[in-house]
């Protein structure tokens, strides 16, 4: 991947003020509990001392993320006892004065100032064409909108609320380092981002397997393997400082108030059980669903008696454990086993025959999908970690664009669950037809001149155009229906166990991809 010098982008100003604009209307709208949840983090770092942060249980809303983030808590609180101190206090719990959700909602805003300038390193980082004067043929240009105007964060941030436009920010920010080969800048970015929110450990692997690989070897031999002579000791003492650094700052009071084995318990806790409050459209979806339809058959044939199964908590939209009904339980371990087989394969390719920025890139894709389909208690939102990367892939190659339109649209569309509430209905909508109509001509504008089944298979077609049928029923069928109160998380099953067709389709795909990539130089 090259990086051209852009002759203007004076496009770009106005594409991040006008997304800036958007989020600041919906201010008032709806939030999720994890509005209470930052709020009371805001509380705990603010009114108790560092020893007891990771101790503090009077909300059920613990703190549960890495010491960075608790530090980034802390600085917000600072500026939030300007807008109204009582939301500073641990045991005014579920406060929401107009002041504390204006002080909360622009945090967000303003923070997304690092995701700005992260999309706009990337679009650096992308071949643009010579000539073109429209802007959807440029590659930049599109890949802004993709990032900036992303249908996933703007609901899960400003609607729902979280602060993942800030970290994808500081993500995107050390992909463009590796983009630009400045490796170590970029590992920097990466272990500052595991320690402000631990779920990124899901790309880790490529990190580690392609720093070692095309920064600590400098060279290899004609045929692709490794000359242990090029290694560099030098340049892996450097990684090693870096992480070791990073950890040292963010873990190191706590290990010294002898707080670890309390922390990492706040940050790993696996009593969760293996799904969210709602499935996540991914393999153990489809698992779920299977031992519900095996299970209804049992009785049914009189196989089973229903009152010897156990009962059916995962369908009850709880965070809990629960035992399936025939086929095996899952455990922690079993996941973490699933988890390392699914990316093993993508670390291995990129070890062997290093491709580059391309290959690093469809190796994070593959880490965060593999992690996302098979690990546990994974939350819905993860989904994001895979789409946000792959429309920098998107923009520069048709299979990978064709890739991104199943994943985006479906991923999004699983995250509609979200945002429940009647009035935020025709937003969530309007959000995500823009974002996708702009997807599809955006993209076949740029690789093909012959229509979207250039880019999308007549199934693939139809499958995406299932979508449809499928939000009628869960969005305005059902609600008027007598089922709501049978059956209160049917809506949720539906979307989650069709979105996790397509989910683990586009994992498929990736991977094909891959080997085909892997093959193509030994053809060469």
Not at 192 to 216: E, M, Q, T
Not at 233 to 255: E, H, K
Not at 380 to 406: Q, T, Y
Request: net charge positive; charged share 15%; hydrophobic share 50%.
């Amino acid at each position: 991947m090259a990086a051209p010098v852009m002759d203007s982008w004076s496009w770009f100003p106005a594409l991040a003020l006008g997304v800036s604009f958007l989020k600041c209307l919906f201010i008032s709208a709806y939030h999720s509990t994890d509005f209470e949840v930052h709020r009371n983090w805001l509380a705990i770092t603010h009114s108790l001392p560092v020893s007891r942060w990771y101790h503090e249980n009077t909300s059920e809303w613990t703190l549960d993320y890495p010491p960075l983030f608790a530090l980034f808590e802390f600085g917000l609180s600072h500026v939030a006892r300007h807008f109204d101190r009582n939301m500073l206090q641990v045991e005014n719990l579920n406060y929401a004065s107009p002041p504390t959700v204006l002080f909360q909602r622009l945090s967000v805003i303003f923070t997304d100032l690092v995701f700005i300038y992260a999309a706009k390193e990337c679009c650096r980082c992308v071949q643009e064409q010579k000539g073109s004067r429209d802007v959807l043929n440029r590659p930049s240009f599109v890949l802004a909108v993709l990032l900036l105007w992303n249908f996933g964060l703007l609901i899960v941030d400003h609607l729902h609320f979280q602060y993942n436009g800030f970290l994808f920010g500081i993500l995107l920010l050390s992909v463009s380092k590796h983009l630009q080969s400045q490796h170590l800048q970029g590992a920097l970015l990466f272990s500052i981002l595991l320690n402000l929110k631990h779920i990124y450990l899901y790309v880790a692997p490529a990190y580690g397997v392609y720093l070692l690989r095309s920064f600590c070897f400098s060279q290899d031999n004609k045929d692709g393997s490794i000359r242990w002579m090029s290694f560099s000791p030098l340049r892996l003492l450097a990684l090693g400082a870096i992480v070791v650094s990073v950890c040292a700052l963010s873990f190191g009071p706590f290990i010294a108030m002898g707080q670890l084995p309390q922390v990492l318990s706040r940050l790993f806790p696996f009593k969760r059980g293996l799904c969210h409050a709602y499935w996540a459209p991914n393999i153990w979806a489809l698992y779920n669903i299977l031992d519900k339809i095996l299970a209804m058959l049992g009785v049914r044939l009189k196989l089973l008696q229903e009152a010897e199964l156990p009962r059916a908590s995962m369908t009850g939209g709880l965070v809990q454990e629960f035992q399936h009904s025939v086929l095996p339980s899952i455990s922690p371990s079993i996941t973490l086993v699933c988890t390392l087989l699914s990316v093993l394969p993508a670390a291995a390719s990129i070890w062997r025959r290093p491709r580059g920025a391309r290959g690093f890139l469809r190796c994070l894709l593959l880490c965060a999908l593999g992690s996302f389909m098979f690990g546990w208690h994974v939350h819905e939102k993860a989904i994001l970690l895979a789409i946000l990367p792959l429309s920098i892939l998107a923009v520069e190659s048709r299979e990978d664009a064709g890739i991104f339109l199943i994943l985006s649209t479906t991923g999004h569309y699983s995250l509609f669950p979200l945002i429940f509430t009647p009035a935020e209905l025709p937003i969530k909508v309007a959000l995500m037809l823009m974002f996708v109509i702009f997807s599809f001509i955006a993209l076949t504008k740029l690789h093909s001149n012959s229509g979207v089944a250039s880019l999308l298979h007549p199934l693939e077609s139809v499958y995406l155009l299932g979508l449809i049928p499928v939000a009628i029923a869960c969005e305005v069928i059902f609600p008027l229906s007598s089922w709501q109160q049978k059956l209160p998380f049917l809506p949720l099953l539906v979307t989650s166990v069709y979105c996790s067709m397509g989910v683990c389709y586009s994992f498929l795909r990736l991977y094909i991809s891959m080997l085909r990539d892997e093959e193509r130089p030994k053809q060469a």
